[in-house]
Each structure stands twice: as structure tokens, then as C-alpha cells.
């Protein structure tokens, strides 16, 4: 027997119902992202290894356990994508943008890769899209990122999206954070699980993160209380921003994000979820104001938000946004090789009208073909029998009242109109 191949584990094939689901999305981020002025990017899937443990952090999940890298023919170290802010703004530095007006407004839409637990909504490649903003950050920008973010969610139909939100400070009052959390971790050592006792000293934000660590994480100092007062404003007025578009956030005190290059104004998208207890995360961002520096440039504020492609595809299926049994206006139903040549013909003159048309010209018996008509819902059928293809006629059927007759060739497409429109 030849072997049977399988998908890589922990990946999956985008076809079908999902396929839709995506496009839909895609649709909506271009059209959004076009009104509020953001360009699309594409960046290569492997980047140099660096751009990622400088970038995200060596001391990241991401970077430590999760990143696909290998050496190329040529020596070098290279890995897949984890993430899509580090490349972005490796080719914001690489191709000077800086010199263009800022922010720079860029949006994309793309697979990563991530070598986690397979698990129900967690994959090895998965798709992203997201904003990012580079050159300019202020609290109007994290505000418009925000917002459009939310907007394209309840556009895609995900109700009840909640913005959980919080401030990281900058690089120096994140160190004197740190510096109390880690007191604080210290004396609860002996409550931590293994790799938060590792992570405590390494990257302590990390403890915050951590769903085994839930109720050493309650009694932690808070970081509103040590960010300094250019922060604390600049939070105030991403907050008043999202009051007056009237994007509804909590805040939480203890959102850190997972990466090293987050400061200030940190965001993740919650959704809740039918008969599900827990909130599912769908997507996250903030300001990484120290990237561009981390890679080789000068310090360039800048903001971004990813949100999961798959996830926002399962809610939707949830909540029934695409019918995903669109009725097609028109099926053809053939018998016979004549049939067949006119079927084709009529096939194409109909979609060049912009008529959703179905077939089924694989099938030879016609009780066949009329079954899938059925099963597919549509709501002609055009039967073209031995008979009708000789004569130059084809019967038409509405499959609502059952009623049918025949109908000259040369006049079926602007009949067919006809009754789609009296149909509407
Ligand atoms: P992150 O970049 O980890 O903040 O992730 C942002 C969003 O991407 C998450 O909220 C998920 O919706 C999605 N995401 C992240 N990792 C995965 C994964 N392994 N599989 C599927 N979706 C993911």
C-alpha cells in the first residue's frame, strides 16, 4: 500500500465553509484599514533568527520553546515567523520609512508559526491580521488602533467584545516594577509552579501571565501604582478616547502581554462565549516604543493589535454570520451529450450576467442532479433533456411552486433575470 500523507501536526487546511470565513474577514480588515488609511505589507515567512529573540525577547515563551528555526544551505540561523510586529519593523528600518510622514499606518493579513501544544483553537500555523503604526505613538493612535480593531470585529459580527486594558509604563518605571514584583515573588516562591519559580527571576512579568499562578498573581503590587506621570496621562487619555468612540474596556491591572518589546498601553480582545464560562482571548496588542531600537534603529514609538484569524472565524460560525448554505439562483440539469455542450454554454453566459449558478455536470441521471438542485436549495432549475437540446429549448422549473415550462435557448438568460428580480 502507498503511504497516506497527513498535514504537518498541530497545522490545518484552510478549504470550505472556513475558507469563506476567512475571505469575509479579509474583505472587511482591507475595507477598514483603507478608510482609517493603513497599507498593506507582506514580509517573507523567515526572517533572521535575531529579529526574533532580540525583538520578542530570549526569555519569551515564543522565543524559548515555541519558535521553528533551522540553519539554511548557506549557514545561516533562520525561523519562522512567531509574530508579525519584529519583521514589520525590521522592513520599516530596512527600507527607511522613517523618512516618510508618520506614523507609518500598515496593516496585514498572514499565517505564523508556533510550535505549541495542539490543542481545540491553538495551531502551529495560524493566521493573523493586524495594524501597526510606526514613527509617531501618542494616545490618539493607540485610540485609533483600538477602534478599528473593535470596529471590524462587530462588523464580522462578534458580539460583546470587551478591551481589557492596561498601562506597562516605560523601560523605566517598568524597572521599578519589577523590581517590587519580584520582592513580592520572592517571599511566594514556594507557591509557584516550576517554570514560573525559573521565570520569577529571568522575567517576572511572566508570573502575571501564568494560568497555574492565578492566586499568587491577586495579592501582587499593581503597576498603575508605579508608572510615572507622563504614563499615567497618556493612559488617562487613551481611556477618555475610548469612552468618546464608546468602546466598552476593563481595566486590568495585571495585563503585562507576553513579549519583552510592550510598554506603555497593553490591550487584549476578549469575546464571551456560549455556555462557556471563561472569555476567549482573540487578539492583543500595545505600544512597543523600544523595538526599533532592540533592532539595531533608534527609538521610534509605535503601536500595534493582532487578532487570531481562526478564532474570529469559529465565533463567527457561532453566531451564523454566513449562511454557509447560500442558495444558488440557478441549477442546470443535463442529459445527453448535446445537453452537456449547451449546459456549459448556458453556465457561462449566466455567471457573466452575475448569476449565482450551480451544476452538478459530473452526474449523468437527471433524478441525480435534480436531488443535488434540492439539496442545494436552489431556486431554478434549468433541465436541459435529449429532447429540449434538439428542439434548442430547455425546460425551466421554479423550485418553489414546482410549476415548469419550456423556454427558447436564445431568451433563458434574460428570463432567468426576470424572474430572480420578482423573486427578490
Ligand atoms: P498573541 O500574538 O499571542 O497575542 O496572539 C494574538 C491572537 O492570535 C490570540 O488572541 C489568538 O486569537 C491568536 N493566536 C495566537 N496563537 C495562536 C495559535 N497557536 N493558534 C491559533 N491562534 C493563535
Not at 318 to 331: M, Y
Not at 370 to 381: F, H, P, S, Y
Request: aromatic residues 10%; charged residues 30%; glycine residues 10%.
Amino acid at each position: 500500500m502507498p503511504k497516506k500523507f497527513q498535514k504537518p501536526s498541530g497545522m490545518h487546511d484552510v478549504f470550505g465553509s472556513q475558507y469563506e470565513y476567512f475571505e469575509k474577514i479579509r474583505e472587511v480588515v482591507v475595507r477598514n484599514a483603507k478608510i482609517y488609511g493603513f497599507k498593506g505589507i507582506e514580509t517573507p515567512i523567515i526572517e533572521d533568527t535575531e529579529v526574533f529573540t532580540r525583538g520578542v525577547g530570549q526569555h519569551t515563551d515564543i522565543v524559548e520553546k515555541e519558535m521553528y528555526t533551522f540553519k539554511t544551505k548557506g549557514g545561516e540561523s533562520v525561523s519562522l515567523r512567531p509574530e508579525g510586529t519584529a519583521p514589520i519593523v525590521r522592513a520599516y528600518i530596512e527600507h527607511g520609512l522613517y523618512t516618510k510622514p508618520q506614523p507609518v499606518k500598515l496593516f496585514y493579513f498572514a499565517p505564523f508559526f508556533r510550535y505549541e501544544r495542539p490543542q481545540a483553537g491553538r495551531y502551529r500555523q495560524f493566521w493573523q491580521f493586524g495594524f501597526e503604526a510606526i514613527g509617531k505613538g501618542n494616545s490618539i493612535v493607540d485610540a485609533q488602533i483600538i477602534t478599528v480593531t473593535y470596529n471590524i470585529l462587530k462588523e464580522l459580527g462578534i458580539e460583546g467584545v470587551i478591551v481589557e486594558i492596561n498601562n506597562m509604563g516605560d523601560e523605566k518605571c517598568r524597572e521599578d516594577y519589577k523590581k517590587a514584583l519580584k520582592k513580592y515573588l520572592k517571599k511566594e516562591t514556594a507557591s509557584l509552579c516550576s517554570d514560573c519559580k525559573k521565570r520569577m527571576t529571568k522575567n517576572p512579568l511572566r508570573v502575571l501571565d501564568c494560568k497555574k499562578c492565578i492566586k499568587i498573581k491577586a495579592g501582587a503590587p499593581q503597576i498603575v501604582d508605579y508608572i510615572c506621570k507622563s504614563c499615567r496621562d497618556d493612559f488617562r487619555l487613551v481611556l477618555e478616547f475610548l469612552g468618546e468612540l464608546g468602546i466598552p474596556y476593563d481595566l486590568n491591572p495585571f495585563l503585562v502581554r507576553g513579549l519583552d518589546y510592550y510598554s506603555g498601553t497593553v490591550c487584549e480582545f476578549f469575546v464571551p462565549r456560549k455556555g462557556e464560562e471563561n472569555l476567549l482571548a482573540i487578539g492583543g496588542g500595545g505600544r512597543y516604543d523600544g523595538l526599533s531600537a532592540l533592532l539595531g534603529d533608534e527609538q521610534r514609538p509605535a503601536t500595534g493589535v493582532a487578532v487570531g484569524v481562526e478564532r474570529t472565524a469559529s465565533l463567527m460560525r457561532e453566531n451564523g454570520v454566513i449562511n454557509e448554505k447560500e442558495r444558488p439562483q440557478v441549477f442546470i440539469a443535463q442529459l445527453g451529450d448535446l445537453a452537456k455542450k449547451k449546459a456549459l454554454k448556458i453556465f457561462e453566459e449566466l455567471k457573466k450576467e452575475g448569476v449565482l449558478v450551480a451544476e452538478s455536470f459530473g452526474q449523468d441521471s437527471l433524478k441525480g442532479q435534480m436531488n443535488r438542485a434540492n439539496t442545494l436549495g436552489a431556486q431554478i432549475t434549468l433541465i436541459i433533456g435529449k429532447e429540449e437540446a434538439v428542439e434548442d429549448r430547455l425546460i425551466l422549473r421554479d423550485m418553489d411552486s414546482g410549476e415548469q415550462e419550456k423556454i427558447r435557448t436564445n431568451e433563458i438568460v434574460k428570463e432567468v433575470k426576470k424572474r430572480i428580480k420578482k423573486k427578490k
